[in-house]
């Protein structure tokens, strides 16, 4: 793990950065009770993947990954998000937010 001047971490490729990025994942979705911060519905621990509030899209090598920077979501969600802000994101009707997050 790297940190920057600023404070942020950053996890890299390592097996033991990929373990760390695994501990938050379950971490962020302990704090959240398994709710994806983008359709608000439940999403099971072993279905969750890494939500980045602040998207790793929007500074490049200036993402960060602390935990108070992640959040949980379902996977179809996630790619359908992409890089755009979870601000302008979460603008879309909770009904299609849902059905984005579905396979």
Same mark, same amino acid.
């Given at each position: 793990?790297?940190?920057?001047?600023?404070?942020?971490?950053?996890?890299?490729?390592s097996?033991?950065?990929?373990?760390? %990025? +695994?501990?938050? !994942?379950?971490d962020?979705?302990?704090?959240?009770?398994?709710?994806?911060?983008?359709?608000?519905? %439940?999403?099971?621990?072993?279905?969750?993947?890494?939500?980045?509030?602040?998207? +790793?899209?929007?500074?490049?090598? +200036?993402?960060?990954?602390?935990?108070?920077?992640?959040?949980?979501?379902?996977?179809?969600?996630?790619?359908? !998000?992409?890089?755009?802000?979870?601000?302008r %994101?979460?603008?879309?009707?909770?009904?299609? !937010?849902? !059905?984005?997050?579905?396979?």
């Amino acid at each position: 793990m790297k940190t920057t001047k600023d404070g942020r971490e950053i996890l890299g490729k390592s097996a033991r950065d990929r373990a760390e %990025y +695994k501990r938050r !994942r379950e971490d962020a979705w302990d704090r959240d009770i398994g709710q994806c911060v983008l359709c608000e519905g %439940y999403v099971p621990l072993e279905q969750a993947t890494t939500e980045h509030i602040q998207p +790793k899209g929007h500074g490049g090598a +200036k993402h960060d990954d602390r935990l108070d920077n992640l959040a949980v979501s379902h996977w179809f969600g996630n790619a359908a !998000r992409g890089s755009q802000s979870l601000e302008r %994101y979460i603008q879309k009707p909770l009904d299609e !937010r849902k !059905r984005l997050c579905q396979p």
